[in-house]
Nanobody, 117 residues
Framework: QVQLVESGGGLVQPGGSLRLSCAAS????????MGWHRQAPGKQREVVAQ??????TNYADSVKGRFTISRDNAYTVALQMNSLEPGDTAVYYC????????????WGQGTQVTVSS
């Protein structure tokens, strides 16, 4: 079965950096995209970054220029987070989208990122 395993979350001071990683396993189908969402108290779910099968990337305006999404291979995606701000504090979820016609979305367990002095 599909499984997404995340690592790299934690506590960091403002201005610091973290690198999140998400490794997918049990993949027996074509992947349309992988990426990251985040959810913070009092805020709507936000798409942070996405990378498509062909390597095209998209970023939320709030993180553009500070975060970088990349893929080490077809099943592993990383999110490099630099110049972290308190507003980046959230639970970050890795996701994987299966290609059409059998479109489905799979989610990781979520990892807490806290930016605080």
């Amino acid at each position: 079965q599909v499984q997404l395993v995340e690592s790299g979350g934690g506590l960091v001071q403002p201005g610091g950096s973290l690198r999140l990683s998400c490794a997918a396993s049990g993949i027996t189908f074509s992947i349309a995209a992988m990426g990251w969402h985040r959810q913070a108290p009092g805020k709507q779910r936000e798409v942070v970054a996405q990378i498509t099968r062909t390597g095209n990337t998209n970023y939320a305006d709030s993180v553009k220029g500070r975060f970088t999404i990349s893929r080490d291979n077809a099943y592993t995606v990383a999110l490099q987070m630099n110049s972290l701000e308190p507003g980046d504090t959230a639970v970050y979820y890795c996701y994987l989208e299966r290609s059409w016609p059998n479109r489905a979305t799979y989610w990781g367990q979520g990892t807490q990122v806290t930016v605080s002095s």
